[in-house]
C-alpha cells in the first residue's frame, strides 16, 4: 500500500515542480525599466496576457472524470493534458519576454524543440 502512494505523490511532486508560471503572473516579474515595457507591442501582449484563460475548471474535470472512470490508467492523460497546458503557458511566457525585455531569453523560456506549439491568442 506504501508504494502506490509513494509513485502518486512523486509524481505530483515532479507536475507541479515542471510548473511554468501563467501569463498573469510573468508579466508581473518585468523589468518596468526596460526600453521594450512601454512599447505599443509589449502593450499589446501584456493585455493578452491579463485576458489569458487557463481553463481550470476544464482540466479539473478531465482529470477527475479520467481518475474515476478509468482509475490508475487514467493518471497519463491527465498528465499529457497538464504537460500541453504548460507548453501554451511557456509560449506565452516566450512572446511576453520577447516583446516586453531587451535581456536575453532565459533557458526556462528557451524551446526544447525547433516546432514548439504555436501561441494561441483566441
Not at 509513485?7 to 505530483?12: I, N, R, S, V
Not at 498573469?24 to 523589468?31: A, E, P, V
Not at 474515476?68 to 493534458?81: D, K, R, T, Y
Request: hydrophobic residues 40%.
Amino acid at each position: 500500500m506504501f508504494f502506490p502512494k509513494f509513485f502518486l505523490c512523486a509524481g505530483l511532486g515532479v507536475l507541479v515542480a515542471g510548473c511554468a508560471s501563467k501569463p498573469q503572473q510573468f508579466t508581473g516579474q518585468l523589468d518596468q525599466a526596460d526600453k521594450k515595457y512601454n512599447s505599443k507591442e509589449c502593450a499589446d501582449i501584456r493585455l493578452k496576457a491579463l485576458e489569458y484563460d487557463d481553463r481550470v475548471g476544464s482540466r479539473v474535470a478531465i482529470g477527475l472524470a479520467t481518475g474515476l472512470l478509468l482509475g490508475p490508467f487514467g493518471l497519463p492523460i491527465a498528465a499529457s493534458a497538464d504537460a500541453s497546458q504548460n507548453a501554451e503557458r511557456e509560449a506565452w511566457n516566450r512572446e511576453i519576454h520577447l516583446r516586453c525585455s531587451s535581456k536575453p531569453l532565459p533557458a526556462s523560456l528557451t524551446p526544447a524543440k525547433p516546432n514548439e506549439p504555436a501561441l494561441r491568442t483566441d
